[in-house]
């Protein structure tokens, strides 16, 4: 018999753009391509530049003019079914995204006309909880990647697929994933590092599940290396050095379960010191007693990674949780920036994370800096000077001793895009308010489950929980727990202080970008974009599109004009609107549509 984590209770929670020059993002000066795309106003990457930092260059949409922002086009992307968790990307005239199931699609950015779309018929049976091995949590992808006239997508059931930008014809396609592979999907936007793509393999939540990600030739598709996130069987040779040392970590026959430390968000990367920085999930199964006894780290969960791009060679990591029992996924953006802190200019790496800390750390070294709270948490009270985190005692729970821990699973912080300006040098980021639930350890038979799964139903294996204790909860700190919904938060990483906070958003849907003019556009999911003063975050305008599973937005020139784009809508329930593209600009006249428009 094993022990699986349960939930029992949940408590709710420009005539033309300018650059900067001043400005330059850190690690665009040995990529000139795209340094050139990013100048002229393209967005051509998941975060716009490699560092993830959702910086435009752009500044005709200013405190003066943007009142004056209205919608442009809409066009519809597919038929739903999920949220719109995609950034969309801008190159030559035309705007590319990727909606549910996987579809990826182009627009005439002038109209909204659609050029051409790629269906690579994902087997629907995938999302059934049985039948599937594993989607976790939706049916969603976060987008996609362009380089050398292709379009790079990622496919939810385990492949990757080259397009032809013009066209979207099949170049190359590459499985990850065998067929009948158990507990994976990819959801996360693949990125480019010189002629690789980078993906990873999400399926945290599924046992068993290793977590890995991979780097293919973006000509052939060709695998080039591979790194897995945790050890895997210890009878067998281990893949790398770094597997080898994570082994010592473990204890027990965790390997039968598959580890975890999933990928399904974070990556970036540094051309000048060719590195890509990635952020693993969660352990699978959830509590820590079933992977390891106390005192084990079970590397590299939760972790951020450092890894040479040519190789795949770690260089460094730092584990934010340790052993991870509460779902405290490391895996949010990880913004790169050049920063001053304590008279010293540092090249740094920040992670606004799911477990409520913002990290700070020397991404060349990956020496800790700082790790702050943003929201309230218990889980933790604070860190040592090597970045260890106290963990609370009270924090672990058994299958007798209940616990309730703050952030909920949702996160303090979770994939809703984060923004860093150079100008203000504030990172912009949606988070949530005070959120707990309660966590207790249930029996789970590995045995049992595979039956199930194979069985098609709901995945299980478990047993009721057998609670006899009233459930502990540690101690907290960071913020009152008086701060609940959603809020968009300017934090400064080198004082380590917060400078303003604003009401809407949270960590999950929408996200922002910060231009060039002091102006942050953030969408939020309850259907709205809006526009914020970045200095002190006045709301300087907003519209609402009346849909929710709304994703982030990009600012991007055309035609001498800056525009905003984003998806939303998840085209769920009879009558309402179907999932669109929304485009905005200055003196836009387009009427907001309507499902009896449609």
């Not at 913002?358 to 929201?375: E, H, K």
Request: with cysteine; glycine share 14%.
């Amino acid at each position: 018999m094993r022990w699986f984590a349960c939930v029992v209770v949940v408590v709710a929670c420009v005539f033309a753009g300018s650059w900067i020059g001043s400005a330059q993002q850190p690690g665009l000066s040995k990529d000139n391509g795209r340094t050139a795309a990013w100048q002229s106003g393209e967005w051509i990457s998941y975060g716009n530049d490699p560092g993830e930092t959702r910086y435009s260059p752009l500044d005709q949409i200013n405190r003066s003019n943007v009142t004056r922002m209205g919608l442009l086009w809409t066009s519809v992307v597919g038929e739903g079914g999920g949220n719109q968790e995609a950034t969309p990307l801008y190159s030559g005239g035309v705007l590319y995204a990727i909606t549910n199931w996987s579809i990826v699609f182009a627009v005439d950015a002038h109209t909204g006309r659609e050029l051409w779309r790629y269906d690579p018929k994902v087997d629907r049976s995938f999302s059934t909880p049985g039948a599937n091995r594993g989607i976790c949590c939706g049916v969603v992808n976060r987008g996609i990647a362009l380089h050398d006239g292709k379009v790079l997508a990622p496919v939810i059931d385990g492949r990757m697929v080259a397009l032809d930008r013009k066209s979207g014809s099949v170049l190359w396609s590459t499985r990850l994933l065998p067929e009948d592979s158990t507990g994976y999907s990819i959801t996360m936007a693949p990125r480019v590092a010189g002629n690789k793509v980078i993906v990873g393999a999400a399926g945290g939540e599924f046992t068993p599940h290793r977590g890995f990600f991979s780097a293919f030739d973006v000509h052939s598709g060709r695998e080039l290396w591979r790194f897995y996130t945790v050890p895997g069987d210890p009878s067998k040779p281990f893949e790398s050095k770094a597997v080898e040392a994570a082994a010592k970590t473990w204890t027990g026959e965790w390997w039968k379960y598959g580890g975890g430390g999933s990928l399904w968000d974070g990556l970036s990367y540094d051309p000048e010191a060719n590195l890509i920085y990635v952020g693993t999930g969660n352990g699978v199964p959830w509590p820590q007693i079933l992977r390891g006894q106390d005192g084990y780290d079970n590397l590299y969960v939760s972790s951020i990674l450092a890894v040479n791009a040519d190789t795949g060679e770690l260089k460094w990591h730092y584990q934010a949780v340790p052993g991870d029992s509460w779902d405290i996924d490391t895996v949010q953006q990880l913004i790169l920036a050049d920063i001053e802190i304590e008279g010293r200019v540092r090249k740094v790496l920040i992670q606004a994370s799911k477990g409520g800390f913002l990290y700070v750390l020397d991404r060349i070294t990956g020496q800790f800096l700082s790790a702050t709270p943003f929201a309230p948490l218990n889980w933790a009270n604070g860190h040592d000077a090597d970045g260890r985190p106290k963990i609370n005692r009270e924090a672990y729970y058994t299958t007798t001793q209940p616990a309730v821990i703050s952030p909920s699973s949702g996160g303090a912080a979770n994939w809703a895009a984060k923004a860093y300006s150079p100008n203000t040098r504030l990172v912009y980021m949606p988070v949530g308010g005070f959120s707990s639930r309660t966590y207790v350890a249930i029996p789970f038979d590995l045995q049992a489950a595979r039956s199930i799964q194979e069985n098609g139903t709901p995945r299980g294996g478990r047993m009721p929980p057998q609670v006899v204790a009233s459930p502990v909860t540690p101690p907290y700190i960071g913020p009152p727990r008086t701060l609940r919904g959603g809020y968009l938060v300017a934090f400064d990483p080198a004082t380590r202080t917060e400078r303003w906070r604003v009401e809407g958003g949270g960590g999950s849907g929408g996200g922002a970008v910060v231009a060039a003019s002091n102006i942050v556009l953030q969408t939020i999911n309850d259907g709205r974009l809006r526009a914020l003063a970045a200095e002190d975050g006045t709301v300087l305008w907003e519209a609402q599109t009346g849909q929710g599973g709304i994703g982030p937005p990009i600012s991007y020139q055309l035609d001498g004009k800056q525009h905003v784009s984003f998806l939303s809508g998840t085209g769920r329930g009879g009558g309402g609107l179907r999932p669109m593209v929304y485009t905005f600009a200055l003196d836009g006249k387009a009427p907001m549509p309507t499902a009896s428009a449609q």
